[in-house]
């Protein structure tokens, strides 16, 4: 009984997430998988949050590769709005993620962040090997669907 009083406690009280830390590099940043994280603003996640989840990526892909480079970049000012309302995207060993607020639909905190890079690190391990990097890879649904917390 006194187990089920701490599971209620537990449930009510809920679980809560620190998503108004905002993280800003001003210098390149290095990890041991080579992933690189450029100077960037407006971060919901550390570069060492960015570098676990890289391993954790590789090592549920089965697969290995050296990092990408990463910036956070407003893609309304950095790309003059070009890419839309993306919450991040890749090309050729570069992962972009979008720091824009566009609106209650596009909301960005830590877990946007975190399923945005999960997602894009897939594209690059498979570029990185040679596979085909595009979406219809089952790698994508088994490791970095992508952002699924508001949809």
């Known amino acids: 009984m006194k187990h089920l009083l701490i599971i209620v406690l537990l449930a009510l009280g809920g679980c809560s997430a620190d998503n108004e830390t ?7 940043q290095t990890d041991a998988n080579a992933v690189t994280l450029f100077p960037s603003q407006e971060m919901h ?3 060492a949050d960015i570098s676990n989840f ?8 089965g697969m290995t ?5 990463v910036y956070y970049k407003s893609f309304e000012l950095y790309f003059n709005g070009a890419v839309g309302k993306s919450w991040a995207f ?6 972009y993620v979008n720091t824009d607020t566009i609106g209650p639909s596009f909301p960005r905190d830590r877990q946007t962040d ?3 890079l999960r997602h894009e ?4 391990i498979l570029w990185a090997n040679g596979a ?14 992508g952002v699924n917390t508001y949809n």
């Open 22 to 28: 905002i993280n800003n590099t001003t210098h390149e």
């Open 45 to 47: 996640v550390t570069f």
């Open 54 to 61: 890289y391993s954790e990526t590789m090592s549920c892909m």
């Open 65 to 69: 590769a050296q990092g990408p480079n």
């Open 90 to 95: 890749f090309t050729g060993g570069t992962i």
């Open 114 to 116: 975190e399923e945005a």
């Open 121 to 124: 690190f897939v594209h690059h």
């Open 132 to 145: 085909d990097w595009h979406h219809g890879d089952p790698m994508f649904a088994k490791c970095g669907l």
